[in-house]
């Protein structure tokens, strides 16, 4: 199965990114082989509507699951609708969040976070 993960940089030892909509990177990794690629978010350096941006770039990825923080409402909306399971990313590695999910250890965010959640914060 392939998730992704909002990750500051391109590789598994990068750390993951809180933000959705403004993350440098959206890590397509292969749960079972673990390959994976790095993909430019086009929503980093939007000047508006970000979080939809990054959330249409990472439907076109094909992954179902994405690990982040929490995505602001549009973002989660288009999201949702394109049947991606989002879960919270506490924070670390990418690899080491990865290992939490494979384990089962990640809460599923169900709701969406507050307006431009990704503006600044970390």
Do not use: W
Not at 86 to 102: H, N, R, W
Request: hydrophobic content about 35%; glycine content about 16%; proline content about 5%.
């Amino acid at each position: 199965m392939q998730i992704g993960v909002t990750a500051a940089g391109k590789d598994l030892e990068s750390v993951v990114d809180s933000r959705f909509g403004r993350c440098a990177y959206f890590l397509l990794v292969d749960t079972e082989t673990q390959e994976y690629e790095a993909v430019n978010n086009p929503g980093s350096s939007a000047g508006g509507g970000a979080g939809i941006k990054a959330a249409q770039a990472f439907l076109k990825s094909g992954a179902k699951a994405l690990i982040t923080g929490q995505p602001g409402p549009n973002a989660f909306k288009v999201l949702a609708a394109g049947g991606v399971k989002i879960f919270q990313a506490p924070g670390g590695k990418v690899s080491e969040v990865l290992d939490l999910y494979k384990n089962g250890e990640l809460k599923e965010i169900t709701t969406p976070g507050g307006p431009n959640r990704g503006h600044g914060s970390r």
